[in-house]
């Protein structure tokens, strides 16, 4: 028997439509949904363990998304063709549905929770991860998992100055902003993207947007899970609470912990301080009872140390570091640190430093970028480590993680639209985080905006990044400039915003609480546009402008474009010429054919090597034009010419035949010209009759008088 199948349609107001429908697919989930917009499908679901471990104290959610190969009808690259880790578009879709699910779950839900998201039908015109969202909420508002907020995810762009939800890619490439949002009904959770210097109020304007259309998502959700019969949310056994201990715990500890959040200290020296508190606060329980309630104590110890922490800045404008609210920690930078990497540089801001490299590359290093939904390669890409050394920590390296994925993609975002046009390199940027208390993937543009300018990469202007936090009790609140770790795990916002002095390229936001308001929104942004542009002053003061040129060891690039039908003699057979040439050169050549055209690339240190290869090209593709003089030099002698070469392209050679040495007979080549002789002929075209190329010397010199005859 065919389920019964449950459907809402949601009107785009331009044409397009999206559905959600449940009862056919996955019924042994908890909640599970098909999601389409015009040919492109997902499919949602939401499993939950009936019990959580007493161990945790935490939600262990696990959000994934995949695309399929079959769902845009290709193969999977590799030996084994199958679809395997995940790759790193998919890693920050799973983040961005995370980061607006992860906060709206019950703070005491700690059973262990799934949501996989798959992309089974895929068409072009249609982006997929701008629909992830979508289908996670309304997977788990058809479930009984306590999940009381749905939220929606779409991506806004703006294309000749009007906004669009949820744009194609083809649309996408005409926009200056493309950003996704995230939120409930009445408040935003999460945005990211990269825009082309925009204001402050034009983000904002953005976001309203965004959010309206979410409202009518969400609305769509709420039918479907009346239509479909909204079910009884299950009941689950929630922490342990015990009002005595934690009456205990907050008398004992409240005051210490505060006044030593008031007078402002380092990072290990606060640690080290708060841990001396929690020492004394155990010191009132027996072994008994800190046996039984141990974990009580450490838990009412966190609560307490947020809410001193936090009181300190909503009452004094104090922070743990002594700073004002919109005060930024003092900043040192450096560049050329490495002495044979093509341009590096050093940011340290407070207890945060940054080492960033670039390397210079032809388009043979470009990344590849081959998923269902997207092929392509990147010719700027940003790749961020942080190892655990950089947090005074150790701990087993498994791989790159999905924040280092995510840090590292808000970076090359915010970098890559100041990357000119007609940058002829393929640019890679590291950043190994070496400390960090506070946001390490600002640190990271700052040091990448060094860097390329220390490179000589001719940055069209510099960009500067800040994270800005918030503290709010529900009435007042308090707006901080580059926050400290801790400040971002005990406030309610982590906001970085990276820019140029006339814009915004790039900004993620995480909101922690309901309610987020416009207002503050607005502060949070101004704030940040007064630290960005700090940081930025500081950044030009150790670099200006970028280097007028590459460094002497690193590789110098030069392009040219030869017409199609020349590229064969470059390669020679089975490659020979080409290999030759970059041997006895010391460069490497690199030829793309490009509407009919060859689109040659010569990467080299050595600028006679460079020169070497120009010189070979403009031999290969010499192609003299009738009438014209040009120099030659003898290299042959024959009993009826002499074969000459063109002296500006080596190698192309080409007849003089003794008809067109002189005017006057000549009976032996010698008596006109001899090997090694320089000088100029006409190019005369092709002979008729002989199809070859012909050339005079003659033409060039003065025709004597002829001598009358004699009658």
Same mark, same amino acid.
């Given at each position: 028997?065919?389920?019964?199948?449950?459907?809402?349609?949601?009107?785009?107001?331009?044409?397009?439509?999206?559905?959600?429908?449940?009862?056919?697919?996955?019924?042994?989930?908890?909640?599970?949904?098909?999601?389409?917009?015009?040919?492109?499908?997902?499919?949602?679901?939401?499993?939950?363990?009936?019990?959580?471990?007493?161990?945790?104290?935490?939600?262990?959610?696990?959000?994934?998304?995949?695309?399929?190969?079959? *769902?845009?009808? #290709?193969?999977?690259?590799? =030996?084994? +063709?199958? !679809?395997? @880790?995940?790759?790193?578009? %998919?890693?920050?879709?799973?983040?961005?549905?995370?980061?607006?699910?992860?906060?709206?779950?019950?703070?005491?839900?700690?059973?262990?929770?799934?949501?996989?998201?798959?992309?089974?039908?895929?068409?072009?015109?249609?982006?997929?991860?701008?629909?992830?969202?979508?289908?996670?909420?309304?997977?788990?508002?058809?479930?009984?998992?306590?999940?009381?907020?749905?939220?929606?995810?779409?991506?806004?762009?703006?294309?000749?100055?009007?906004?669009?939800?949820?744009?194609?890619?083809?649309?996408?490439?005409?926009?200056?902003?493309?950003?996704?949002?995230?939120?409930?009904?009445?408040?935003?959770?999460?945005?990211?993207?990269?825009?082309?210097?925009?204001?402050?109020?034009?983000?904002?304007?953005?976001?309203?947007?965004?959010?309206?259309?979410?409202?009518?998502?969400?609305? *769509?959700?709420? #039918?479907?899970?009346?239509? =479909?019969? +909204?079910? !009884?949310? @299950?009941?689950?056994?929630? %922490?342990?609470?015990?009002?005595?201990?934690?009456?205990?715990?907050?008398?004992?500890?409240?005051?210490?912990?505060?006044?030593?959040?008031?007078?402002?200290?380092?990072?290990?020296?606060?640690?080290?301080?708060?841990?001396?508190?929690?020492?004394?606060?155990?010191?009132?329980?027996?072994?008994?009872?800190?046996?039984?309630?141990?974990?009580?104590?450490?838990?009412?110890?966190?609560?307490?140390?947020?809410?001193?922490?936090?009181?300190?800045?909503?009452?004094?404008?104090?922070?743990?570091?002594?700073?004002?609210?919109?005060?930024?920690?003092?900043?040192?930078?450096?560049?050329?640190?490495?002495?044979?990497?093509?341009?590096?540089?050093?940011?340290?801001?407070?207890?945060?430093?940054?080492?960033?490299?670039?390397?210079?590359?032809?388009?043979?290093?470009?990344?590849?970028?081959?998923?269902?939904?997207?092929?392509?390669?990147? +010719?700027?890409?940003?790749?961020?480590?942080?190892?655990?050394?950089?947090?005074?920590?150790?701990?087993?390296?498994?791989?790159?993680?999905?924040?280092?994925?995510?840090?590292?993609?808000?970076?090359?975002?915010?970098?890559?639209?100041?990357?000119?046009?007609?940058?002829?390199?393929?640019?890679?940027?590291?950043?190994?985080?070496?400390?960090?208390?506070?946001?390490?993937?600002?640190?990271?543009?700052?040091?990448?905006?060094?860097?390329?300018?220390?490179?000589?990469?001719?940055?069209?202007?510099?960009?500067?990044?800040?994270?800005?936090?918030?503290?709010?009790?529900?009435?007042?609140?308090?707006?901080?400039?580059?926050?400290?770790?801790?400040?971002?795990?005990?406030?309610?916002?982590?906001?970085?915003?990276?820019?140029?002095?006339?814009?915004?390229?790039?900004?993620?936001?995480?909101?922690?609480?309901?309610?987020?308001?416009?207002?503050?929104?607005?502060?949070?942004?101004?704030?940040?546009?007064?630290?960005?542009?700090?940081?930025?002053?500081?950044?030009?003061?150790?670099?200006?402008?970028?280097?007028?040129?590459?460094?002497?060891?690193?590789?110098?690039?030069?392009?040219?474009?030869?017409?199609?039908?020349?590229?064969?003699?470059?390669?020679?057979?089975?490659?020979?010429?080409?290999?030759?040439?970059?041997?006895?050169?010391?460069?490497?050549?690199?030829?793309?054919?490009?509407?009919?055209?060859?689109?040659?690339?010569?990467?080299?240190?050595?600028?006679?090597?460079?020169?070497?290869?120009?010189?070979?090209?403009?031999?290969?593709?010499?192609?003299?034009?009738?009438?014209?003089?040009?120099?030659?030099?003898?290299?042959?002698?024959?009993?009826?010419?002499?074969?000459?070469?063109?002296?500006?392209?080596?190698?192309?050679?080409?007849?003089?035949?003794?008809?067109?040495?002189?005017?006057?007979?000549?009976?032996?080549?010698?008596?006109?010209?001899?090997?090694?002789?320089?000088?100029?002929?006409?190019?005369?075209?092709?002979?008729?009759?002989?199809?070859?190329?012909?050339?005079?010397?003659?033409?060039?010199?003065?025709?004597?008088?002829?001598?009358?005859?004699?009658?």
């Amino acid at each position: 028997m065919i389920p019964q199948l449950f459907v809402e349609k949601i009107d785009l107001g331009d044409g397009r439509s999206i559905t959600i429908e449940t009862g056919r697919l996955a019924k042994q989930a908890d909640g599970s949904v098909v999601v389409r917009m015009g040919d492109t499908m997902i499919l949602a679901t939401a499993v939950s363990a009936r019990s959580a471990n007493p161990a945790v104290d935490f939600l262990p959610l696990t959000v994934d998304y995949r695309e399929k190969f079959a *769902a845009a009808g #290709r193969f999977p690259g590799g =030996f084994f +063709k199958r !679809e395997a @880790r995940p790759s790193d578009s %998919e890693v920050l879709t799973m983040r961005l549905v995370d980061r607006v699910l992860r906060p709206l779950f019950p703070d005491d839900y700690h059973a262990e929770t799934q949501v996989m998201i798959q992309l089974m039908s895929h068409d072009e015109e249609v982006m997929p991860d701008a629909l992830a969202g979508l289908a996670a909420s309304a997977a788990l508002a058809v479930s009984d998992i306590p999940f009381y907020n749905l939220i929606s995810e779409v991506r806004v762009a703006r294309i000749d100055g009007k906004f669009v939800i949820n744009p194609s890619r083809t649309e996408l490439e005409k926009s200056d902003i493309d950003m996704m949002i995230g939120a409930s009904l009445d408040s935003v959770a999460m945005v990211e993207g990269e825009m082309k210097e925009i204001s402050e109020a034009e983000m904002v304007e953005a976001i309203k947007f965004a959010h309206e259309a979410i409202k009518v998502q969400i609305q *769509a959700q709420l #039918r479907l899970q009346a239509a =479909f019969g +909204k079910k !009884e949310i @299950r009941t689950y056994e929630g %922490e342990k609470e015990n009002e005595e201990i934690y009456k205990k715990v907050k008398a004992a500890a409240y005051d210490k912990i505060y006044n030593i959040a008031k007078v402002g200290s380092a990072k290990h020296e606060r640690s080290a301080a708060f841990a001396e508190v929690k020492e004394e606060v155990k010191a009132l329980f027996t072994e008994e009872e800190l046996a039984a309630d141990g974990d009580l104590v450490s838990k009412y110890f966190y609560k307490t140390n947020k809410e001193a922490v936090r009181n300190v800045v909503l009452e004094l404008g104090v922070r743990l570091d002594g700073r004002k609210t919109t005060d930024i920690r003092p900043i040192w930078c450096e560049i050329d640190y490495l002495p044979r990497v093509h341009g590096s540089s050093l940011f340290t801001r407070g207890e945060t430093q940054a080492l960033a490299t670039v390397t210079l590359g032809t388009s043979r290093e470009a990344n590849q970028i081959d998923s269902p939904s997207e092929q392509g390669e990147e +010719k700027f890409y940003l790749h961020y480590n942080f190892p655990p050394f950089s947090t005074g920590e150790a701990k087993p390296l498994r791989g790159t993680s999905r924040r280092e994925v995510g840090h590292g993609n808000l970076a090359q975002r915010a970098l890559k639209n100041m990357i000119p046009a007609d940058c002829p390199y393929t640019i890679r940027i590291v950043s190994e985080v070496l400390e960090s208390n506070g946001s390490s993937s600002m640190a990271t543009v700052c040091a990448g905006t060094m860097a390329l300018m220390d490179a000589g990469v001719q940055m069209v202007k510099p960009v500067s990044g800040i994270a800005m936090g918030l503290i709010t009790d529900g009435e007042k609140f308090a707006v901080l400039s580059d926050i400290l770790g801790d400040e971002d795990h005990l406030g309610d916002m982590d906001f970085k915003v990276t820019g140029t002095a006339d814009g915004i390229t790039a900004c993620q936001m995480d909101i922690k609480i309901d309610g987020l308001r416009y207002d503050i929104m607005e502060q949070a942004l101004g704030q940040a546009r007064e630290g960005r542009l700090h940081i930025l002053g500081k950044l030009t003061e150790t670099i200006a402008a970028p280097r007028a040129d590459v460094k002497a060891h690193a590789p110098k690039i030069i392009t040219r474009t030869i017409p199609g039908n020349f590229i064969g003699a470059l390669i020679g057979p089975g490659g020979k010429v080409i290999q030759e040439l970059q041997k006895a050169t010391g460069t490497t050549i690199v030829i793309n054919e490009v509407d009919e055209q060859g689109v040659i690339e010569i990467l080299g240190t050595d600028p006679a090597g460079i020169e070497a290869v120009l010189a070979k090209i403009k031999s290969i593709t010499f192609k003299p034009q009738m009438g014209e003089a040009y120099e030659v030099k003898v290299i042959k002698m024959l009993d009826f010419g002499a074969v000459v070469e063109y002296t500006s392209a080596p190698g192309n050679e080409v007849l003089l035949h003794v008809s067109e040495l002189a005017w006057e007979r000549t009976e032996n080549v010698t008596d006109v010209v001899n090997m090694g002789d320089v000088f100029e002929v006409k190019y005369l075209g092709v002979d008729p009759k002989t199809k070859k190329e012909k050339v005079s010397r003659k033409a060039l010199l003065q025709r004597p008088p002829r001598e009358d005859k004699k009658e």
